[in-house]
């Protein structure tokens, strides 16, 4: 079955850097487009980044030009780079990919604090 188990979280000051990574199994990662999400306290999940199977890129308009999101199929493993971090960037990010039906990890905190 599939599955994503995301890492990488933890309690950052504003300017600072974190990079997620998310572990998949359970299908051909290779073939598949990855998403990254993110909920914050009080709000609906939001979409963050998106990385195709050839490696094409999108963001939210909220992160581009600070955050990369990029992969590694022989790994199976998608990372997102988290650069010049804000307050409001403070949330529970999530990976995600489409397969038949929307599957997600567990979640990984991100706090963004002075």
């Known amino acids: 079955q599939v599955l994503l188990v995301e890492s990488g979280g933890g309690l950052v000051q504003p300017g600072g850097s974190l990079t997620l990574s998310c572990a998949a199994s359970?299908?051909?990662?290779?073939?598949?487009?990855m998403n990254w999400y993110r909920q914050a306290p009080g709000k609906q999940r939001e979409w963050v980044a998106r990385?195709?199977?050839?490696?094409?890129?999108n963001y939210a308009d909220s992160v581009k030009g600070r955050f990369t999101i990029s992969r590694d199929n022989a790994k199976n493993t998608v990372h997102l780079e988290m650069n010049s971090l804000k307050l409001e960037d403070t949330a529970v990010y999530y990976c995600?990919?489409?397969?038949?039906?929307?599957?997600w990890g567990q979640g990984t905190q991100v706090t963004v604090s002075s």
């Open positions: 995600n990919v489409f397969q038949f039906g929307h599957f």
């Open positions: 359970g299908f051909t990662f290779s073939s598949a487009a």
């Open positions: 990385i195709s199977s050839g490696g094409s890129t």
